[in-house]
Nanobody, 127 residues
Framework: QVQLVESGGGLVQAGGSLRLSCASS????????MGWYRQAPGKRRELVAS???????HYADSVKGRFTVSRDNAKNTLYLQMNSLKPEDTADYYC?????????????????????WGQGTQVTVSS
């Protein structure tokens, strides 16, 4: 079983930046697609960004041009660099990984393709 542990969340003013990190208990070179989901109170969870082992990426329209996902296989860590943050980015952010799903684009399974989930880290953006 793979354990994913997020860090880097916190409170930031609108327009600011945060970098989320996700440390894996196993080599992420063996994990297929990885990504970041977020869920705000009362809203459906949203796949914010995903990245394949080969480095292909996919972003939700709401974060394109502001967020960057990357993975460092040597450090077994997934990152999410978030710039130009907006109050609507406020949510709990979850690191995810898949043992079998290899595409960057989200599937129709609504997150079921990811079998590894972290506990989440909270991001709050004040206006």
């Amino acid at each position: 079983q793979v354990q994913l542990v997020e860090s880097g969340g916190g409170l930031v003013q609108a327009g600011g930046s945060l970098r989320l990190s996700c440390a894996s208990s196993r080599s992420i070179g063996s994990i297929h697609a990885m990504g970041w989901y977020r869920q705000a109170p009362g809203k459906r969870r949203e796949l914010v960004a995903s990245i394949t082992r080969g480095g292909s990426t996919h972003y939700a329209d709401s974060v394109k041009g502001r967020f960057t996902v990357s993975r460092d296989n040597a450090k077994n860590t997934l990152y999410l660099q978030m710039n130009s943050l907006k109050p609507e980015d406020t949510a709990d952010y979850y690191c995810v990984g898949s043992s079998w799903y290899s595409a960057a684009q989200p599937s129709s399974q609504g997150g079921l393709e990811f079998d590894y989930w972290g506990q989440g880290t909270q991001v709050t953006v004040s206006s």
